[in-house]
């Protein structure tokens, strides 16, 4: 196996807990490496893990991994742990994994997962949905749709994301939350294949030549991934064929290097907005 056979690689590094008399890696910590980069996995093809389950009406259970150890990982080594689906059977599917330090492999996997009723545990044929997202992120295709339009659209899916971030997670009072701007505002919602929406964030004008990107939410689930920058940059987009030449927003400081790493730059001092602290960015378009 090599990097280039997996389009999901999960990055970890050795942990002194994980290493035992010899100095390398306890070979049982392979399997918690190997399923961290399942969820990992799950991620990646935009799909939280327990509510696309339920909605498939059942849950995988391993049924065997087999591991080839071919070298020692040590303490505080990088590694990156490549998963992939090489096939499914009618209730299975069948994953091959690796570890890597840098190209250097040093364990392979064998795993089969088995599509079962959640309670009895008796197989089930792998639903259509889930096959079909696999086998297209396998193939290079997208995951996620980002569409943009108005809130009478986008509204109950974009408000649903909202209140689940801003108003139950970070506790932001809920009638700070809500204004008269999203009826008036572009709303952009990330959804995955299954019609999951997932992020959400709206724009508005600030002053002529100038819009204000804000009210930017994901899930908790899939935060990590590129589906937030996706809907940023749909949103810039909309703002250039606008015709503005500049992007605002305000960015809370658990957030700044998300922004920073999409163009934005920081102007002013932090300051509090409900209750937490943001710092204002822009960036040219």
């Not at 969820?39 to 065997?64: C, E, I, N, T």
């Not at 070298?71 to 742990?81: F, H, K, N, Q, T």
């Amino acid at each position: 196996m090599k990097r280039a056979d997996f389009r999901h690689i999960e990055p970890l590094r050795v942990r002194w807990a994980e290493i035992d008399a010899q100095g390398i890696v306890f070979n049982g910590h392979y399997l918690t490496y190997l399923d961290t980069a399942m969820s990992g996995y799950w991620r990646a093809l935009a799909l939280p893990y327990a509510d696309a389950m339920k909605q498939l009406g059942g849950d995988l259970f391993v049924r065997r991994a087999v591991l080839d150890y071919l070298g020692s990982a040590r303490y505080d080594d990088r590694l990156d742990i490549g998963v992939r689906c090489r096939e499914f059977g009618n209730s299975s599917m069948k994953v091959d994994a690796a570890v890597f330090r840098g190209d250097q492999l040093l364990v392979q996997g064998d795993m089969l997962y088995v599509f079962a009723d959640p309670v009895a545990q008796t197989p089930l044929r792998v639903p259509d949905a889930l096959r079909d997202v696999v086998l297209g992120f396998e193939t290079g295709q997208s995951v996620v749709d980002v569409n943009v339009g108005g809130w009478r659209e986008l509204g109950d899916a974009a408000s649903a994301i909202r209140r689940e971030v801003f108003i139950e997670e970070q506790r932001i009072p809920a009638e700070m939350e809500w204004d008269a701007a999203d009826a008036s505002c572009l709303h952009a919602l990330a959804r995955n294949r299954f019609g999951m929406p997932l992020a959400t964030g709206r724009m508005l004008e600030h002053v002529p030549g100038v819009a204000k990107i804000g009210r930017l939410a994901v899930r908790r689930s899939m935060r990590g991934t590129q589906i937030g920058r996706q809907v940023l940059e749909a949103l810039m987009a909309k703002a250039r064929q606008q015709g503005d030449r500049e992007v605002l927003l305000h960015a809370q400081l658990s957030a700044e290097n998300f922004y920073l790493r999409a163009g934005f730059q920081r102007r002013g001092e932090p300051f509090e907005e409900a209750g937490i602290a943001h710092v204002e960015m822009v960036r040219e378009i």
